[in-house]
């Protein structure tokens, strides 16, 4: 059940937004790196400027060489230009992006690896997401750092798990390999968008026995959220965008039943 928030909160949710800012350290201000990951945001707005192909390809690189478990590389990029995935989908690059990667999870081209995982699907497929994750997020920091911007996507343009049987059929996947999400790239249209409502570090951190966040925290998160959605998209709301996740929910829980474990 989502809090109510009424003109005040909505008011006050706004400018806790607008206020927060990562907390460095006065002593790493000047660390590029840092900087980078710190200004990194989703975005979702894009000019038509291309991306050029040696910026790509070093983005690309990136995800090649991100970290894996045992150093199995369980990851595969369709890869595709704003042309080609107008070719392959039938519309363009969400939010007019200008190159897109489909990151998925791959236990199938490693096979004497996959079969040491025969008998347990749920390990092969944790880790296969495990690592793929880490490379669209290396090639995210590493565009971010060329100065080219993105957002990963799992529901908006059916290019992400949600759309996991979809993509099966329309990318030829086999056995054992996962739509995870779509990162879209392009040079951003107009400044960054505003943090979204993070959850502060003693929240998510503990050294003993685990806490959970504080529900009151939990419920001003949820207000900031809903606000947040609203000064972003006046015609949406935080609830229906969630509708729109909940809508696909069963379809994808079936569609990865059989990709994962093969029944269902
Ligand atoms: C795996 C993944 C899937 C996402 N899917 C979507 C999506 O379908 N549509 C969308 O607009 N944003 C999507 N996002 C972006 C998140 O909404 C965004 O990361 C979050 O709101 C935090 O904002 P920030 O990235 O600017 O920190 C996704 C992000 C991740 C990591």
Same mark, same amino acid.
């Given at each position: 059940m989502l809090p109510k928030v009424n003109l005040l909160d909505f008011i006050r949710a706004i400018a806790r937004i607008l206020k927060a800012k990562p907390h460095v350290p006065p002593t790493l201000q000047d660390n590029p790196l840092l900087e980078t990951i710190l200004r990194r945001r989703s975005v979702r707005s894009f000019s038509q400027r291309e991306i050029p192909d040696d910026v790509f390809a070093a983005i690309l690189e990136a995800g090649r060489l991100a970290p894996s478990t045992v150093n199995l590389q369980t990851w595969a990029f369709a890869v595709f230009t704003a042309e080609s995935w107008k070719q392959c989908f039938g519309r363009p690059i969400p939010f007019s992006g200008q190159r897109a990667v489909i990151v998925l999870g791959d236990a199938h081209w490693n096979k004497p690896i996959a079969e040491m995982f025969a008998d347990s699907?749920?390990?092969?497929?944790?880790?296969?997401?495990? +690592?793929?994750?880490?490379?669209?997020?290396?090639?995210?920091?590493?565009?971010?750092? /060329?100065?080219?911007?993105? &957002?990963? /996507?799992?529901?908006?343009?059916?290019? *992400?798990?949600?759309?996991?049987?979809?993509?099966?059929?329309?990318?030829? /996947?086999?056995? *054992?390999?996962?739509?995870?999400?779509?990162?879209?790239?392009?040079?951003?249209?107009?400044?960054?968008?505003?943090?979204?409502?993070?959850?502060?570090?003693?929240?998510?951190?503990?050294?003993?026995?685990?806490?959970? &966040?504080?529900?009151? &925290?939990?419920?001003?998160? /949820?207000?900031?959220?809903?606000?947040?959605?609203?000064?972003?998209?006046?015609?949406?709301?935080?609830?229906?965008?969630? +509708?729109?996740?909940?809508?696909?929910?069963?379809?994808?829980?079936?569609?990865?039943?059989?990709?994962?474990?093969?029944?269902?």
């Open positions: 699907p749920l390990v092969s497929y944790t880790v296969a997401v495990i +690592n793929a994750s880490l490379a669209a997020m290396t090639m995210n920091l590493a565009a971010e750092a /060329l100065g080219i911007s993105s &957002v990963m /996507l799992s529901e908006t343009g059916r290019t *992400g798990f949600l759309d996991a049987g979809y993509l099966k059929e329309k990318l030829a /996947l086999p056995d *054992g390999v996962f739509p995870l999400m779509t990162i879209v790239f392009g040079y951003a249209k107009g400044p960054y968008p505003p943090m979204p409502p993070k959850l502060p570090l003693d929240q998510i951190c503990f050294t003993s026995s685990y806490r959970g &966040v504080d529900p009151a &925290v939990v419920e001003e998160w /949820l207000k900031q959220m809903i606000a947040g959605y609203k000064a972003a998209y006046p015609l949406s709301s935080f609830e229906r965008q969630l +509708n729109i996740y909940r809508a696909k929910i069963h379809q994808a829980e079936q569609d990865l039943t059989q990709m994962v474990f093969h029944r269902g």
